[in-house]
Structures are given as structure tokens and as C-alpha cells.
């Protein structure tokens, strides 16, 4: 009998998480921003740093 009631608590708080679940993937779906690729943007170029050796940081 113990088996049976922890069942159904079990169930019942999964089938709540999944319903609580789904709530908040649509509001957090709904609140992003539509993310857009530049297509100028050449992503096979190597990365150049460009470091100015004008404003050394260092102290001597």
C-alpha cells in the first residue's frame, strides 16, 4: 500500500514539474531576441591581434 501512495505523489509531482517545465520554456522562448549572422563576416580568416607598442603597461 506504502508503494502504491508513493507512486502516485510521484507521479503527480512529475507530471506538475513537466507542466511548470513547459511553462517556462515558452516564456523564455518567447522573450529572446532573434540572433542574426552577419554574412560579411569571413569566419575562416585567422584572428589577428593587433598589440600597440606605444602604451607599454610595464614598469621597468
Not at 552577419?38 to 591581434?49: A, E, F, K, T, V
Amino acid at each position: 500500500i506504502l508503494m502504491i501512495c508513493v507512486t502516485k505523489v510521484a507521479k503527480s509531482s512529475l507530471e506538475k514539474a513537466l507542466m511548470e517545465n513547459d511553462a517556462a520554456v515558452d516564456v523564455v522562448a518567447s522573450s529572446q531576441l532573434p540572433i542574426s549572422v552577419d554574412p560579411s563576416m569571413d569566419l575562416h580568416q585567422p584572428l589577428i591581434i593587433k598589440i600597440d607598442s606605444s602604451t607599454d603597461g610595464h614598469e621597468k
